[in-house]
């Protein structure tokens, strides 16, 4: 079973700031199906990357996914009043399917 | 567009099950999985397993096995997650989920003598 560990927990930043998220998994992640989403209080998450770095429909090109293997990154270039927020990484390629969440990062403001 | 309809908030005792339903709309019912997600209060999201609605098979988390049921009716393009036994750290909300973007609105089921 594979298991994702996010870092850091809580990551305090300013708006203007790049943010660095992180996600690594305990064995390779098949075929790059790793996502990424954000969640608000009382919101359902809102998928931000899938197949690590393709960008979901309408989500603003400050975001970007990367990486491969075990190692994976969500960066934010600047982030936004609005960006604030728990982001949650996922990976889906098992067969058959099983998905697996990260623990979470929360980008707090500073 | 890809809709995915959860049925309301539930509260339940101890001991007893409860039963959360999933109406999807805007796409072809039985050609992708669905999966149930949970969260509990200020935790993360949690995987419980997926159903078929195409042949129906099923395949849970193993902390589940025993006490979910995972269930469709194609002819409403709906499917069910009845979990029993129910305890108090099963109180959360529960997502379904067509990988990757769409996810339900979420059903509260809390637990509570």
């Known amino acids: 079973e594979i298991v994702l560990t996010q870092s850091p927990g809580t990551l305090s930043l300013s708006p203007g700031e790049r943010a660095t998220l992180s996600c690594r998994a305990s064995q390779s992640v098949r075929s790059s199906y790793l996502a990424w989403y954000q969640q608000k209080p009382g919101q359902a998450p809102r998928l931000l990357i899938y197949?690590?770095?393709s960008r979901a429909t309408g989500i603003p090109d400050r975001f970007s996914g990367s990486g491969s293997g075990t190692d994976f990154t969500l960066t934010i270039s600047r982030l936004e009043p609005e960006d604030f927020a728990v982001y949650y990484c996922?990976?889906?390629?098992?067969?058959?399917?099983?998905?697996?969440f990260g623990g979470g990062t929360k980008v707090e403001i500073k | 567009q890809v809709q995915l309809v959860q049925s309301g908030a539930e509260v339940k005792k101890p001991g007893a099950s409860v039963k959360v339903s999933c109406k999807a709309s805007?796409?072809?019912?039985?050609?992708?999985?669905l999966h149930w997600v949970r969260q509990a209060p200020g935790q993360g999201l949690e995987w419980m397993g997926w159903i078929n609605p195409n042949s129906g098979d099923t395949n849970y988390a193993q902390r589940f096995q025993g006490r979910v049921t995972m269930t469709r009716d194609t002819s409403i393009s709906t499917a069910y997650m009845e979990l029993s036994s129910l305890r108090s750290d099963d109180t959360a909300v529960y997502f379904c989920?067509?990988?990757?973007?769409?996810w339900g609105q979420g059903t509260l089921v809390s637990v509570s003598s």
């Open positions: 989920v067509r990988v990757e973007n769409n």
């Open positions: 805007g796409y072809s019912f039985s050609g992708y999985y």
């Open positions: 197949r690590t770095s």
């Open positions: 996922l990976q889906y390629g098992t067969s058959p399917p099983r998905l697996t």
